[in-house]
């Protein structure tokens, strides 16, 4: 596990930023937050696995929205539709779909795949950073 160098002040004094993982797997959501924090130490991140949570939450005081595609309820997709917020918003999902790829990057949002290693997260962590910086 390498450090993401995540410069969230702009050289004006340390701020964090906040990122709100959405992923209906827990395991998943877990360990994607504690992997963001563990690399960047200017991210403070909390997660969810429901959907109709995340969009409850999202009142402006999340800089960066990491979200799942395929979840119960609503999709990653809808999710960002929906979603009334500046916040920036990264795909990261196992579907292995341009179609997906697209649609979100129509949307303004990135789009992840996830796969298997830790490299995975090392380039979710540095698309965040770029994100909230």
Known sequence: ??????????????????????????????????????????????????????????DGSFDCVVTDYEMPQLDGLTLIDRAETDAAFVVFSGVDDKSVAQQARDRGAIFVSKG??????????TLVCEQVT
Do not use: K, S
């Open 1 to 58: 596990m390498g450090m993401v160098t995540c410069d969230a002040d702009n050289g004006a004094g340390e701020r964090t930023r906040r990122v709100l993982v959405v992923d209906d797997e827990p395991m998943v959501a877990t360990a994607v937050a504690e992997y963001l924090e563990a690399v960047a130490d200017a991210l403070e991140v909390v997660h969810t696995t429901a959907p109709t949570t995340a969009l409850e939450r999202l």
């Open 116 to 125: 298997a290693g830790t490299d995975q997260y090392d380039e979710l962590a």
